[in-house]
């Protein structure tokens, strides 16, 4: 089982020249096997010195076209599963360049790294440890990277399972040993060295019945421009635009966390101190500039002065978790965890909402109200009045959803995602009504979440289908788009002030942007040319 995606051969390299408003452009034609034009490839231009890399669908026609790309040295790229290139390196663009690279894609092999956390469930088989590794494991990651990507023999996995239940035992207290053997059980038997699956899943007969559906025409629009992180298995979970345009990054592996300049692609981590295993989990830029963040390992808030990198660490008496913070006009800063909590950075001290004994979403409605998500699977929505410090619950019409992240729109009404259910919620605090939009797929499970400021639409990512959605409130159309790697693992989603929704992928140790081509928000994107 090799890793997720193989390369192969690009053909007919065709140059020609033409002005660019932005910076180069590299298109072409993607053909298949068979010389047809080839929908749904992602081609793949990556500046060999920044690394910051642009991706674009390959459309209808097999048309692609790589806008706003910086003068340099380049690597291209194509990924399709089931089908194989070979790298074309050492592309050298000059500014305002429009080069020009037909692609022919060669007949290749489905491997289990390429499939999603839901084709994974369905076609992997069942058997002892199955059930616990899906419960346990993929709560933070799926078994693409971590298992499908490489073979270890039993000792190896059993290292790697009592390492997660060291290191991460905060989490995992609900594995116990039996638990963990049963687990290592099923990894060696399925991702050892004498494993019975087959080499390729699309040789099963289910996997037809699992296979990503089409791709719509509007699909192909989506742009998505990546960042490596500066160090294996950081796991960054979101990454945040603040006013300045630099961007903060949540690692969850460690104790760093990051910002990144996003037109030089570099980024600067900063170290947590005192700590080896922090699982950092929010980082959030304050009223006076400070930086906060979560530790959920630790049940730690701390507060980075942006100016001296002096760090101060804020430990909860009680022992709960920390996860996502808001920081309100007054400083106050919000976090939630087991149990919300609100922490006074002038006397130092915590307040905790028993109320809310576990939440996971959270946002500040524009008179400071704080908005939450109990993540549980009675759990509802709430909020805690500014003025009064009254706590109000909202209970969905699907009850057991499992209600995640959650977002406030310019009218006010409040947006969630049902995890479990795979909808996505509205609530509307004046009528005190709620309207909710089921979600297509074998396994919606709704995560990251933003409302697009500039259309109203909902944007939203499936944490075990690898997709990314559009959703039009007025009409209630859906639009799916793929992502770039398997095993997305995205956390949240933030819109930055030129329209662009940054995202991290924990798994495939990358932060980025996506944007629409063709959209006005593709002409502001490409501002910060690549």
């Known amino acids: 089982m090799r890793p ?71 690597r291209l790229m194509v990924r399709a599963v089931g089908y194989r290139f070979e790298p074309r390196t050492g592309i050298q663009l000059a500014a305002a360049q429009n080069a020009n690279y037909e692609i022919a894609l060669e007949k290749g092999t489905v491997h289990w790294a390429d499939l999603s956390i839901y084709q994974g469930a369905q076609l992997l088989p069942d058997d002892r440890g199955k059930a616990k590794l899906a419960s346990a494991c993929f709560r933070c990651h799926g078994f693409q990277s971590r298992m499908a990507a490489q073979t270890r023999d039993e000792s190896g996995w059993h290292d790697r399972v009592n390492y997660m239940r060291t290191s991460f035992g905060y989490l995992l207290h609900d594995v116990n040993a039996k638990d963990g053997e049963d687990v290592t059980a099923y990894l060696t038997k399925y991702f050892g060295p004498d494993s019975p699956l087959p080499h390729s899943p699309a040789d099963l007969p289910q996997y037809e019945e699992v296979k990503r559906p089409p791709l719509s025409d509007d699909a192909t629009k989506m742009v998505y421009v990546t960042f490596d992180m500066p160090g294996p298995n950081r796991f960054p979970g979101s990454a945040k635009p603040e006013r300045d345009g630099n961007v903060w990054i949540w690692e969850y592996r460690g104790h760093w966390f990051g910002k990144l300049d996003p037109k030089t692609g570099v980024i600067t981590e900063y170290a947590i101190p005192n700590v080896d295993q922090a699982s950092n989990h929010s980082v959030v830029v304050g009223p006076d500039g400070m930086i906060w963040f979560s530790e959920q390992a630790t049940d730690t808030i701390g507060k980075m002065d942006p100016a001296t990198h002096q760090i101060s660490r804020y430990k909860e008496p009680s022992r709960g978790t920390k ?37 996971y979403g959270l946002a500040l409605d524009k008179d400071e109200n704080v908005w939450f998500s109990e993540f549980s699977r009675n759990g509802q929505i709430g909020k805690i009045d500014a003025k009064t410090g009254k706590v109000t619950k909202y209970q969905q019409p699907t009850p057991e959803s499992w209600p995640r992240r959650l977002k406030i729109d310019e009218q006010g009404n409040v947006w969630f995602c049902e995890y479990e259910a795979g909808k996505i919620g509205r609530f509307d605090p004046k009528s005190e009504t709620f309207k909710e939009y089921p979600l297509p797929g074998g396994r919606p499970t709704p995560y990251a979440l933003v409302v697009d400021k500039n259309t109203g639409h909902i944007w939203f990512s499936s944490m075990e289908m690898d997709t990314i959605s559009e959703l039009d409130p007025t009409t209630g159309k859906i639009t799916l788009y793929p992502f770039l790697f398997p095993e997305n693992g995205m956390r949240d989603f933030f819109q930055d002030a030129d329209g662009r929704i940054w995202w991290g992928s924990q798994a495939n140790n990358r932060v980025g942007y996506f944007y629409l081509a063709g959209a006005a928000a593709s002409q502001r994107a490409a501002l910060g040319v690549h």
């Open 323 to 359: 996860h996502t913070l808001v920081v309100d006009s007054k400083g106050t800063v919000w976090g939630t965890g087991e149990p919300l909590t609100r922490f006074d950075p002038e006397t130092n001290t915590f307040h905790d909402y028993s109320e809310v004994s576990t939440a």
């Open 4 to 74: 997720f995606f193989q390369r192969a051969a690009l053909v007919a390299l065709v140059l020609s020249f033409a002005p660019m408003a932005y910076g180069g452009t590299i298109s072409g034609t993607v053909k298949g096997p068979d010389g047809k034009p080839f929908k749904g490839a992602f081609v793949e231009a990556q500046d060999t010195d920044t690394r910051i890399m642009t991706a674009v669908l390959s459309d209808k026609d097999g048309h692609y076209r790589i806008e706003n790309l910086s003068e340099g040295e380049f």
